[in-house]
């Protein structure tokens, strides 16, 4: 069953602050992120994998809640270049495989 | 690194015709998948290698749909015969292990 994103779409200016939030209904093994700008393929952005981590990347960070089976991806003092639609991609752990959220889309602007 | 090669970028074709999208893999790369991208779908899993044997094609839509990699560097996916509800963007990718995916560019498949 495909994960659950919210919200579904955002608009920010410049500077602001963002969460997008992916929920499933199956245990995760590992969630993984990926931006995808129109016309142009997905690009992955980080792992997570269970233990509760937290992960950075410049100001994109993301957390991982095993218990809930959720995982949020955090953007702070957003720019025009994060504009996009961001997908969580989980994976249960049994197949190897991903399933990708319903996605969310991203509009920064000035 | 050349990254993940697919080809054609762009196919027309008919209803009924058929159709065979290509993807060159990331050289090392262990396994290959093969994901379709509708607005109303979003992103779909439609099988997956590993070691070029199919593990998982539970996500193709129909016996219409096959797919084979007959060795590490190539795999194709056809459509025959293809359908006007088959138009989409479908995507090839690759990856070590289970760790990051590498997408192709795509392809964007009308079928008319």
């Known amino acids: 069953q495909q994960p659950v994103q919210s919200p579904q779409a955002v608009i920010l200016r410049e500077g602001e602050d963002a969460v997008i939030n992916c929920s499933s209904s199956?245990?995760?093994?590992?969630v993984h992120w990926y931006r995808q700008k129109h016309g142009e393929a997905p690009i992955f952005l980080m792992i997570?994998?269970?233990?509760?981590e937290q992960k950075g990347h410049d100001k994109i960070s993301a957390s991982f809640n095993e218990k809930k089976q959720q995982s949020s991806l955090y953007l702070t003092a957003s720019q025009l270049s994060y504009s996009g639609t961001y997908f969580c991609g989980t994976d249960t752990g049994t197949a190897s495989k991903l399933t990708f959220g319903t996605g969310t889309r991203l509009q920064v602007t000035l | 690194d050349a990254g993940v090669i697919q080809s054609p970028r762009h196919e027309v074709t008919e209803m009924g015709q058929e159709v065979t999208l290509r993807c060159k893999p990331i050289s090392g790369h262990d396994y290959l998948f093969w994901y379709r991208q509708t607005m109303m779908r979003g992103l779909e899993l439609l099988i997956y290698f590993n070691n070029n044997v199919p593990i998982d094609d539970s996500g193709m839509p129909e016996d219409r749909f096959s797919a084979k990699m007959p060795n590490a560097s190539f795999s194709t996916l056809k459509i025959q015969p293809s359908e006007p509800r088959d138009s989409a963007v479908y995507f090839c990718?690759?990856?070590?292990?289970?760790?990051?995916?590498?997408f192709g560019p795509g392809t964007r498949l009308t079928v008319l």
């Open positions: 199956k245990a995760l093994y590992s």
């Open positions: 990718a690759s990856s070590l292990a289970t760790q990051r995916q590498f």
């Open positions: 997570l994998l269970k233990g509760g």
